[in-house]
């Protein structure tokens, strides 16, 4: 049996080649960029007016002159009219480009207007000289690049293509992946289970939890018999780059699927990992290229496995920055040793540190429990004594909050 760290190295000398595809800004949202974002004209693309009031030359004022005569007014999305001379000033609007001849902006609030016919404008503070222009090309400078490839796609990323006039980017390809749930007992969550068979659930947990990288798996079910088993699968591995198998690998007598693999000459990596729960983890890579993570299907198991394995292998097949989180016990445990033990925990932020609180629940098939934990602490194999205070890597499966 191997330990956790070997089962890791060895899922990780596997990857796949993965596409790009081209979506439409409102498909982006979470994807990740496999193109660079330049900007078509500079930031913002003219002198731009950001307060509504009188656009005015500095100049005039400087030489004594407090009055100005309004000649005319400016909304956004006009082209730019022009001062007659030093002492006329334009109405203008926030977004209207900075009329000609005028540097400096006086909001409404701080001048007087009077008259009617012939309107001026009286000054009441001391300006400065290029105030409330947000001047062409100040932010970013025509051809700049403004999102990198790798950078995944979030609201801000988004806005920053569409003004760039880009409706659609391309983003890495999802994998082709199936969910196969293996076991006689399972029914449809549709149905009504029979007393002696249950819903199945891992499928749509872990079809779920695919989510987090736009992947939309297809899901089987095959029942629990060697010859259907090979050949459902047969099929599925010409087809998938990934296959997520959920039951059939622990010891018992309708445990086919290690079996089918190996008829199917999928490559054992190994099975069985020295960790609870989720001991009976099988994993494969087959000649096509597909790889096979084959999880116990208590549905715990099969979750810690997605969690502690599939994820992190999955951020780095999608480039993802890695991040290891690390919490602090707020109670002891002891746990066997030479087992590495996921203690499911509801985390805390507290002052930026992050509490983990153990929520023991009742093993591998209490899957309620997971509702009530928002991750698992991995405790290593060497110790069986882990006490209050000390910190843990945490595989967290819910977003931190304080
Ligand atoms: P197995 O790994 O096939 O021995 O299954 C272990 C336990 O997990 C059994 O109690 C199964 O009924 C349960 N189980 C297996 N597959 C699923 C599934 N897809 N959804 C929910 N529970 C499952
Ligand atoms: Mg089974």
Redesign the pocket.
């Known amino acids: 049996m191997i330990t956790v760290a070997e089962a890791e190295r060895l899922i990780n000398n596997h990857t796949l080649e993965l596409e790009s595809e081209e979506v439409s800004l409102n498909d982006a949202g979470g994807r990740v960029l496999k193109e660079t974002i330049c900007a078509d004209r500079d930031f913002p693309p003219f002198d731009r007016v950001t307060m509504d009031g009188i656009a005015i030359n500095f100049d005039h004022w400087k030489q004594g002159g407090a009055d100005f005569l309004i000649q005319g007014t400016q909304a956004a999305g006009s082209p730019p009219l022009q001062i007659d001379g030093q002492s006329q000033a334009i109405e203008v609007m926030t977004g209207a480009v900075l009329p000609e001849g005028t540097d400096t902006i006086i909001p409404y609030e701080v001048i007087e207007i009077n008259g009617e016919l012939q309107r001026t404008a009286t000054l009441q503070v001391t300006p400065k000289k290029g105030q409330n222009v947000h001047k062409q090309g100040s932010d970013r400078h025509k051809g700049a690049v403004l999102v990198n490839p790798g950078s995944i796609l979030g609201a801000p990323e988004i806005g920053v293509a569409a003004t760039v006039g880009k409706s659609t980017l391309k983003v890495i390809k999802p994998p082709k992946v199936a969910i196969i ?3 006689d ?2 029914v449809s969550i549709d149905e009504t289970p029979l007393p002696h068979q ?6 749509v947990t872990l079809s779920n939890a695919l989510d987090q990288w736009k992947i939309q798996p297809d899901l089987y079910h095959i029942v629990d018999d060697l010859e259907g088993t090979t050949n459902e699968l047969q099929g599925l591995l010409e087809n998938y780059q990934i296959l997520i198998l ?5 010891m ?1 007598k309708f ?1 086919f699927v290690p079996q089918a693999l190996d008829k199917l000459q999928v490559n054992k990596q190994f099975h069985k990992i020295r960790q609870r729960p989720g001991k ?1 983890f099988w994993f494969g890579s087959h000649g096509s290229g597909t790889l096979v993570f084959a999880f ?4 715990v198991s099969s979750f810690m496995c997605f969690n502690r394995y599939l994820k992190p292998w999955m951020n780095k097949l999608f480039e993802l920055p890695k991040s290891l989180l690390m919490a602090e016990l707020t109670q002891d445990i002891e746990f066997e040793r030479d087992f590495t033990y996921f203690a499911q925990v509801k985390v805390k932020l507290d002052q930026g540190k992050i509490l983990a609180c153990p929520v023991e629940g009742h093993g591998s ?1 209490d899957l309620a429990n997971l509702v009530d934990a928002d991750g698992f602490l991995e405790l290593p194999r060497e110790k069986s004594f882990f006490s209050k205070g000390e910190m843990f890597p945490l595989y967290a499966y819910r977003n931190l909050r304080s």
């Open positions: 749930s293996t076991g007992e399972l249950i819903r199945s659930s891992n499928a959920s039951g059939g690998v622990s018992g445990d009976p116990p299907g208590n549905p098939g």
